[in-house]
């Protein structure tokens, strides 16, 4: 079973930096994509970033230019750097990691205070 655990959330002021990290169970290189969604209350779970085993990244719109998603194989985590941080980024963040199966971290806050 595959065990995904996120850190790094946290409460920040508008224009702030976060680091989320997403530790995986085992080798990350079973999975082919890893990414981070998000859900704010009353929407549902977008897209914000994915990195597929060959490094190849894509972003949502509202992320492009603030938002950078990479991945450590030697330490089988795979991060996002959050900078110029803005209120509607406030939202649980979920780490999803997609290869034979698609797992799912259990998430963790992001508040961005104006």
């Known amino acids: 079973q595959v065990q995904l655990v996120e850190s790094g959330g946290g409460l920040v002021q508008a224009g702030g930096s976060l680091r989320l990290s997403c530790a995986t169970s085992?080798?990350?290189?079973?999975?082919?994509?890893m990414g981070w969604y998000r859900q704010a209350p009353g929407k549902q779970r977008e897209l914000v970033a994915t990195?597929?085993?060959?490094?190849?990244?894509n972003y949502a719109d509202s992320v492009k230019g603030r938002f950078t998603i990479s991945r450590d194989n030697a330490k089988n985590t795979v991060y996002l750097q959050m900078n110029n941080l803005r209120p509607e980024d406030t939202a649980v963040y979920y780490c999803?990691?997609?290869?034979?199966?698609?797992?799912w971290g259990q998430g963790t806050q992001v508040t961005v205070s104006s």
């Open positions: 085992g080798s990350i290189f079973r999975f082919n994509t």
């Open positions: 990195v597929t085993s060959g490094g190849t990244t």
């Open positions: 999803n990691a997609r290869g034979n199966t698609n797992s």
